[in-house]
T-cell receptor
Framework: ELKVEQNPLFLSMQEGKNYTIYCNYS?????LYWYRQDPGKSLESLFV?????AVKQEGRLMASLDTKARLSTLHITAAVHDLSATYFC???????????FGEGTQLTVNP | DGGITQSPKYLFRKEGQNVTLSCEQN?????MYWYRQDPGQGLRLIYY???????QKGDIAEGYSVSREKKESFPLTVTSAQKNPTAFYLC?????????????FGSGTRLTVV
């Protein structure tokens, strides 16, 4: 059974600071997704990481994937208040089979 | 525009009632999924379907039922056997095949037991 663990689950940070969210998973997979969720809303796709060593960046967010370590990171650079949300990683076992989600990291960026 | 439509947005259920949540997609996606989200938690898979007239149980299927009579539709029924149905329900779809990737999520249905 695939397990996906995120840490930290709660993150409070000041504007302008950097931080990293970690996502570990338990079985082999080549596809990892990062999503953002605002309160009461659906999921917004941030990144899809398809291979070992993949790195993607969008604005202040950068995601990477190490399939050998079964680890993905979401790095936040110079955080701003608008980044406050819950961030989920999700792992796809095989194409289109299903996504297994981590518990989510609730990020609060304080002025 | 292509996408997934979930309805209703809010749904109230009385004790002992069955209710059905609608999910329709016009993306021509093969696979469809139902997830449940409880406050402060991640998403858990209820059921999924990769082809018409076939579906598989996810991690928390008890108290739920689905059908896939058409490629574009995957309704979820929350039965009276589901003792704690209050949650946020998300439907998703995807295309199968190693050359494809990506999931599209609907806007969700918030179900409350009254």
């Amino acid at each position: 059974e695939l397990k996906v663990e995120q840490n930290p689950l709660f993150l409070s940070m000041q504007e302008g600071k950097n931080y990293t969210i970690y996502c570990n998973y338990s079985t082999t997979s080549d596809r990892l997704y990062w999503y953002r969720q605002d309160p009461g809303k659906s999921l917004e796709s941030l990144f899809v990481l398809l291979s070992n060593g993949a790195v993607k960046q969008e604005g202040r967010l950068m995601a990477s994937l190490d399939t050998k370590a079964r680890l993905s990171t979401l790095h936040i650079t110079a955080a701003v208040h608008d980044l406050s949300a819950t961030y989920f990683c999700a792992v796809e076992e095989t194409s289109g089979s299903r996504l297994t989600f981590g518990e989510g990291t609730q990020l609060t960026v304080n002025p | 525009d292509g996408g997934i439509t979930q309805s209703p947005k809010y749904l109230f259920r009385k004790e002992g009632q069955n209710v059905t949540l609608s999910c329709e997609q016009n993306l021509n996606h093969d696979a469809m999924y139902w997830y449940r989200q409880d406050p402060g938690q991640g998403l858990r898979l209820i059921y999924y379907s990769q082809i018409v007239n076939d579906f598989q149980k996810g991690d928390i299927a008890e108290g739920y039922s689905v059908s896939r009579e058409k490629k574009e539709s995957f309704p979820l029924t929350v039965t009276s056997a589901q003792k704690n149905p209050t949650a946020f329900y998300l439907c998703a779809s995807s295309t199968l095949g190693t050359e494809y990737y990506g999931y599209t999520f609907g806007s969700g249905t918030r179900l409350t037991v009254v």
